[in-house]
Nanobody, 123 residues
Framework: QVQLVESGGGLVQAGGSLRLSCAAS????????MGWFRQAAGKERQFVAG???????YYADSVKGRFTISRDNAKNTMYLQMNSLKPEDTAVYYC?????????????????WGQGTQVTVSS
């Protein structure tokens, strides 16, 4: 059974940084794309960043230049380094494994999800 566990969320002031981690078990995910999504209160889940099996990356415009996605296939772990955080980044952040090799931005193409980790950015 595939399990994804996010960690690293918390409360930070605007301009600060956080690093999220996503540890996967139950499958070797090296041949799948992975992604980070977020869901703010009262809003739909939205794509944040994705990384392909060959380490191509893609970012939502709202986080481009501030967030960096990476993966360590040997450790079955994915990361999201978040810098210059803004109050509008406040959300529950989810990691997910896609059903293919390439990056996709639609959540319907992701088969496995973590439970989420809260990120709160104060102004």
């Amino acid at each position: 059974q595939v399990q994804l566990v996010e960690s690293g969320g918390g409360l930070v002031q605007a301009g600060g940084s956080l690093r999220l981690s996503c540890a996967a078990s139950g499958r070797t995910f090296g041949r799948y794309a992975m992604g980070w999504f977020r869901q703010a209160a009262g809003k739909e889940r939205q794509f944040v960043a994705g990384i392909s099996w060959i380490y191509d990356t893609y970012y939502a415009d709202s986080v481009k230049g501030r967030f960096t996605i990476s993966r360590d296939n040997a450790k079955n772990t994915m990361y999201l380094q978040m810098n210059s955080l803004k109050p509008e980044d406040t959300a529950v952040y989810y990691c997910a494994i896609a059903n293919g090799l390439i990056i996709v931005t639609s959540s319907q193409h992701y088969d496995f999800w973590g439970q989420g980790t809260q990120v709160t950015v104060s102004s």
